[in-house]
């Protein structure tokens, strides 16, 4: 009986949903749109009657749906592009999340509604929905413009703070209120983690794909590619991470792969099915009668929403350098909301923090602003004409003049070459300075979880001096890649400040001083640092000298292994990035 339940919900779900869908698409209108509408009419908030019976069976895959989705937004997210879609990108990501955040604090304040509501309604109306401009853009054939590719790296910048979003927001949900401090320690694991697992995945997964693509069975490559998937979504929970963020970084570390096309491919048949079932779950849970009772908040939201997003997009993007028309064309196109959206208002539900009221209110929105989002982009042309029409003659030409000084705006041609080995070099610093901490941060839980087992048989600070001695030891590579980048940077940093007219005879002494100062005060900071942040491993003070003293000899004799070992995992990370054929 149970399985006849589970097949008639699932069968009703993808009929209705499949009429639904069918009628949009001949209407030309967003799928996803037809789903939700589908899940409202199936909802048990729609009369005659709910044609769902096991409730619990669809939220679970409406979960793995979830999942999913966010994979799915993974495997089109590039790391490369990150990097290359520049200033303009972040300055109107930054502006439209931190205003929408506010915006929607304070109307959730207007309305009396609780600070946790209205917080999680900031956040919901903060980041667009990636699936919808998407193929709205594709739709409108205007997925390859100018705007186009300025809009896909403020999604990009959207997805990662959006990540950060769900982690303090579950943080607040639980502890009731907003810590600086504890903020920024959870913005600072939330970093480290990030980053040690796209350094990791990028050097491991990739090439694991490769060799079982080598088998050419695309049934091989699948089961491979949800086994990562999932598994790494648990482990991710495990860490008490959101299974949205485990789902979006697999899904980035195996987009660096070069069967990244093919994966797509196959997997899109079965994300397309969980992610229908969980947009209807979605309408499921819209009560009409409520969206009537919160006519009017629905109606000042999406107007909040479409004047706000279009305002702080085109202005920040206009301010980053981009001439009139591209930033209104951005503004236009991000002026909605959507997945991200349903998964914060999925997380208040989940803690038990949001009330009832707000999830039908943001499907609501999004309902509305979905729809309008083929129409906003292409009213953005005349929209600029007319706005260009009836500015003042001083005021257009002020703006004309700020576009064309920013894009003028470029370094001399001796010092392209500078500025880009600093910028490489303060990266590289920083990322191998975060995999170091990783590793002392994972001794500190690795010689706790162990503290029991096999360690228990050693005296406790012998267990300490082990533990923290092999962290530093694998350490290495990384201490002195740090060590050789920093010694570039001090040289240059000696040969800008140090002027023959002002040192007179003493100016090479002078650079040879800063430059060996600079490297030997940064690494003490560093093994400082280290130290703090591993105390609840750290050996006693006779014992760290020995394992620090041991560290040194190793290092003079295997210096040399260690640069070739670094080299080689740098050039294999830089390989799995630079993929596609």
């Known amino acids: 009986m149970h399985i006849a339940t589970f097949l008639q919900d699932l069968a009703v779900i993808m009929i209705v949903a499949g009429i639904v869908t069918i009628i949009f698409h001949r209407l030309k209108q967003p799928v996803v749109l037809g789903y939700i509408i589908a899940g409202v009419i199936l909802g048990p908030h729609t009369p005659p009657f709910s044609f769902i019976h096991d409730e619990a ?17 993974g495997l089109e997210f590039s790391i490369p592009k990150l990097f290359r879609v520049g200033a303009a990108a972040f300055v ?11 915006i929607g604090y304070e109307i959730g304040r207007f309305f009396g509604w609780r600070p946790i509501d209205s917080l999680f309604l900031g956040a919901m109306l903060a980041i667009s929905s990636t699936t919808i401009i998407i193929k709205a853009l594709e739709e409108l054939g205007k997925k390859k413009e100018e705007f186009s590719q300025l809009i896909f790296g403020i ?9 950060g979003m769900l982690v303090l927001l579950s943080s607040i949900a639980v502890t009731g209120s907003i810590n600086t401090v504890d903020v920024f320690i959870t913005l600072g694991k939330l970093l480290t983690f990030l980053v040690v697992t796209l350094v990791i995945g990028i050097l491991t997964i990739p090439r694991i794909i490769t060799y079982v693509a080598r088998f050419n069975s695309a049934e091989m490559l699948l089961i491979t590619v949800l086994g990562f998937c999932f598994g790494f979504s648990l482990l991710v929970i495990k860490l008490d991470y959101s299974v949205a963020l485990g789902a979006f970084l697999i899904g980035a570390i195996i987009a660096e792969s070069r069967e990244v ?3 797509e491919t196959l997997i899109n048949p079965i994300s397309n099915m969980f992610s229908a079932i969980f947009f209807v779950s979605i309408g499921l849970l819209v009560d009409p009668k409520i969206m009537l009772t919160y006519i009017l908040p629905i109606t000042i939201i999406t107007m909040a929403v479409v004047i706000g997003k279009v305002l702080t997009c085109s202005l920040g993007a206009f301010l980053a350098g981009r001439g009139g028309q591209t930033s209104m064309r951005v503004g236009m196109g991000l002026a909605q909301i959507g997945e991200f959206s349903f998964i914060i208002a999925s997380l208040g539900i989940t803690l038990k923090v949001t009330s009832s009221f707000l999830y039908p209110i943001i499907v609501a929105v999004s309902a509305i602003t979905t729809l309008l989002t083929p129409y906003l982009i292409k009213m953005a042309d005349p929209l600029t004409a007319y706005l260009a029409k009836i500015m003042p003659q001083r005021i257009s030409h002020i703006f004309s003049l700020y576009t064309t000084w920013l894009q003028n705006i ?3 041609e001796g010092s392209v070459f500078l500025i880009q080995a600093v910028k490489k070099s303060i990266l590289q610093i920083f990322i191998n300075l975060i995999l170091i901490i990783a590793l002392f941060v994972a001794g500190s839980y690795f010689s706790h979880s162990m503290k029991y087992q096999i360690l228990s048989l050693i005296d406790d600070k012998f267990q300490k001096a082990l533990i923290w001695g092999i962290a530093l030891i694998i350490s290495l590579p990384f201490l002195i890649a740090i060590y050789r980048k920093l010694k570039g940077l001090s040289m240059i940093i000696a040969e800008i400040t140090v002027k023959s007219n002002k040192a007179g005879e003493y100016n090479a002494r002078m650079r040879n001083l800063i430059s060996e100062v600079i490297p030997v005060v940064s690494m003490l900071g560093i093994l400082l640092m280290l130290v703090a942040l591993s105390a609840s491993i750290l050996p006693p003070f006779e014992l760290l000298i020995l394992v620090v003293a041991i560290a040194v000899i190793f290092t003079a ?10 080299s080689r995992l740098q050039i294999a990370f830089l390989d799995s990035l630079d993929k596609k054929d």
Not at 93 to 99: D, G, N, R, Y
Not at 155 to 163: F, N, P, R
Request: charge should be positive.
């Open 57 to 73: 069976i669809i939220k679970t895959l409406a979960e793995i749906g979830v999942i999913f989705l966010m994979f799915s937004l």
């Open 92 to 102: 109107a990501a930054l502006a439209e999340i931190t205003f929408m955040i506010l």
């Open 155 to 163: 999604l990009i910048i959207e997805d990662i703070l959006a990540i």
């Open 261 to 263: 096309k093919l994966i």
């Open 410 to 412: 470029k370094p001399k």
């Open 557 to 566: 004799f295997a210096w040399r292994w260690f640069i070739k070992l670094h």
